[in-house]
C-alpha cells in the first residue's frame, strides 16, 4: 500500500505535443520539371524550328500568286493561275450550266480572255454565263414538255462554247499577238465585246421566248409558227435580248473595257446580227440541201459578222469624224483668209 500511494502520489510528466502532419514547418519543395528528351535522336527544338520555316515558305508562296494573279499585263502564267482558282472555287455554279467537257472548254476560253483582256475580259464573261445560264433553266420543265428545252436540261457541251466564242476567241488571239499595232488593238477589244453581247442576246431572247413567248412569229414571214421554230422571234424574247445586251454593254463599261459610245455601236450590232441569224434560220436551216447549216455554223457567223459590222461603223463614224474636222480646219482657213485680206485692205 505504501508504494501504491507513493506511486499515486508522484506528478506525471508534461505530455509531449503531439505530432500532426498539417502542422509540420518542413520547408516544400516545388516539383522540378524534367526538360531532357527521352530520345536523343529527335531534340526537342528542332519542330518549332521547322514549322516556322514552312510557315515561312507558305507565306511567300501566297505572296509570290497574288503578284503573279496582279501582274499587268497579263501573261500566260497569271491566266493559267487565276483560271485554276477560279474554276476551282466556281466550281458548284460551273456545273449547273456545262457538263465536264464543256467546262474543259471554258476553262481554255477563260484563260485566252485572261491572257489578251485580263481580269476586266473575265469578268465580262462570267457575266454572260451566269445570265445566260440562269435564262436557260427558266421553265425548264415547261421546256421539255414542249421539246424545245436545250439538252442535258441546259447543260452546255464544247460545241456550244466553242460556237459561242469563236469570234470572241479570234479577237483575243488577234490582241495578244498584236496584230495590226495599237490601232487595231482597240478595235480587237471592242470585236470581243461585241461577239458576247451578240451570243447573250440571241440565248436570252430565245430562252425568254420558249418560255414567256405568247405568239411567235417567223421572222421571214411574220407567219404565226409555234415555240422553237427555227427564225421564230417574239415580242417578249425580242425585247429581253436588247435589255441582257445592253446590260452587258454596261458590265463592259463598269469595268472598263469599251466607252458609252462604243457600247451602243456593240447593242446595235448585237441586234442587227441576231436578225440576221433568224433570217438564215428560217431560210435555210432545215431546209432540203441546207441541213449542214446548223446551230453551231450558224453562231460563228453571225458572231463574226457582228464583228464586222462593228468595225464598219466604227470606220465610218472616223470617216464622218474626219470629215467633220476637214471641214472644221477648212472653214477656219477661209476666215483667217478673209481676215488677213481685210486687213491688208484696211492699210492700204
Not at 516545388?30 to 515561312?56: D, E, G, I, Y
Not at 485554276?84 to 472548254?105: D, E, H, R, Y
Not at 411567235?216 to 407567219?223: A, E, I, N
Request: hydrophobic share 45%.
Amino acid at each position: 500500500m505504501g508504494s501504491l500511494s507513493t506511486l499515486t502520489s508522484l506528478t506525471p510528466p508534461k505530455s509531449l505535443p503531439l505530432f500532426h502532419p498539417q502542422q509540420s514547418k518542413l520547408p516544400t519543395q516545388k516539383p522540378q520539371t524534367l526538360t531532357f528528351n527521352p530520345n536523343p535522336r529527335t531534340p526537342k527544338m528542332v519542330f518549332p524550328a521547322v514549322k516556322a520555316q514552312a510557315s515561312t515558305a507558305n507565306l511567300g508562296l501566297v505572296q509570290k500568286a497574288i503578284r503573279l494573279v496582279q501582274s499587268s499585263p497579263p501573261t500566260w502564267q497569271s491566266a493559267l493561275l487565276s483560271n485554276l482558282m477560279i474554276f476551282v472555287l466556281g466550281s458548284p455554279i460551273l456545273v449547273t450550266g456545262l457538263c465536264l467537257s464543256g467546262i474543259g472548254a471554258a476553262f481554255l476560253l477563260g484563260t485566252l480572255t485572261w491572257r489578251a483582256f485580263g481580269p476586266s475580259g473575265f469578268l465580262l464573261v462570267a457575266t454572260y454565263f451566269v445570265i445566260g445560264t440562269a435564262a436557260t433553266k427558266l421553265k425548264m420543265a415547261q421546256k421539255e414538255a414542249q421539246g424545245v428545252a436545250e439538252k442535258r436540261k441546259g447543260r452546255r457541251g464544247p460545241g456550244s462554247v466553242i460556237g459561242s466564242s469563236a469570234a470572241g476567241c479570234v479577237c483575243a488571239v488577234l490582241s495578244i499577238y498584236g496584230i495590226g499595232g495599237k490601232i487595231f488593238s482597240r478595235l480587237w477589244e471592242l470585236g470581243f465585246v461585241a461577239s458576247f453581247c451578240t451570243k447573250l442576246s440571241d440565248t436570252v431572247s430565245s430562252e425568254i421566248g420558249k418560255a414567256y413567248g405568247r405568239t411567235t412569229y417567223l421572222v421571214t414571214t411574220f407567219k404565226v409558227v409555234p415555240r422553237g421554230t427555227e427564225g421564230a422571234v417574239s415580242v417578249e424574247g425580242t425585247f429581253a435580248g436588247l435589255v441582257a445586251s445592253i446590260l452587258l454593254a454596261f458590265v463592259a463599261c463598269l469595268v472598263g473595257e469599251i466607252t458609252v459610245p462604243e457600247s451602243i455601236i456593240c447593242v446595235v450590232a448585237s441586234q442587227i446580227a441576231n436578225l440576221g441569224e433568224s433570217v438564215i434560220g428560217a431560210a435555210l436551216q432545215e431546209k432540203e440541201g441546207f441541213r449542214w447549216v446548223g446551230d453551231h455554223f450558224n453562231h460563228h457567223l453571225f458572231f463574226i459578222y457582228s464583228d464586222q459590222l462593228v468595225f464598219f461603223l466604227i470606220w465610218f463614224g472616223q470617216i464622218m469624224t474626219g470629215m467633220g474636222c476637214r471641214w472644221h480646219i477648212k472653214r477656219s482657213l477661209v476666215n483667217l483668209n478673209l481676215g488677213i485680206a481685210e486687213r491688208v485692205g484696211l492699210g492700204s
